[in-house]
């Protein structure tokens, strides 16, 4: 009897592919025209110009040395404008002198310091005196207060004078860092940057600091200041900001500096 034949079985086929989700179209390999157009963008993007925290922009040493240079020529030797006759009471003017202009306080002080030119002076002219002595001067009662209070503190701590030192100076009533660096500097010859209004507008119109409080312009200032220029540099500053680089309408037709200058603020100069 013959076999019965054996059933052909369908043949597999090669299981598909899975399909790409929606939405998400399957990646080409790139080309090689495509990778050198993009070699060729990437060299020709230029690099970021903004400064970084460790050097203020477009502060050159060159253009630096140049801005004191002419503050120089102009003023060689700048001066403090706060009347004084020892290191007492070049402290109590300073003291004085915050939020109050330099001519108000020697008004005040002439007849002060004439009284009293050391802190044991002061202690027995008494609270009420000194008061009545500066009452012409802003926030004088909280002033008069903390000049009583430093002068017991000289006594006291200091033997009556005043220290050479910044830490000592900043621990007194009424004494931050811009009084003592201006202490440090004109009563012991330092090498000191103080930081007042008008250092702060004309350290960042001209970019010598982007600093965003008086401490990082001042950090930034005594970094890129020469040396030989240091000493006077605040001095240069503060009269330049409080008579030519002022707040409201800068004088730039007058400015030794104008064409180092890129202020927004700049006022054309013919």
Known sequence: MPRAAKPKLPKRSAPKAAAAPPGKPKAKAP???????????????????????????????????????????????????????????????????????????????????????????????????????????????????????????????????????????????????KTANVVLNMAFGHKTMAVDTHVFRVAHRLGLSHGKNPEAVEDDLMRIVPDGYLFHAHHWLILHGRYTCLARAPKCAACPVADLCASEDKVAVP
């Open 31 to 177: 080309s090689k025209a495509s990778a050198k157009t993009a070699q060729t963008v990437t060299a020709a993007r230029p690099k970021s110009t903004k400064p970084s925290a460790a050097q203020p922009a477009a502060s050159s040493a060159n253009r630096v040395s140049a801005i004191f240079q002419r503050f120089h020529a102009a003023e060689p030797e700048p001066k403090g404008e706060l009347e004084h006759s020892n290191p007492y009471t070049l402290l109590v003017a300073v003291v004085l002198s915050a939020q109050a202009t330099d001519a108000g306080v020697n008004k005040a002080t002439r007849a002060l310091f004439a009284r009293a030119d050391t802190p044991a002076k002061m202690l027995a002219l008494g609270e009420d005196q000194v008061r009545e002595h500066i009452k012409t001067i802003g926030l004088f009662r909280n002033k008069a207060k903390n000049v009583i209070l430093l002068s017991e503190k000289l006594i006291t701590e200091h033997g009556g004078t005043v220290p050479a030192d910044r830490d000592a100076l900043v621990a007194l009533p009424g004494v931050g860092r």
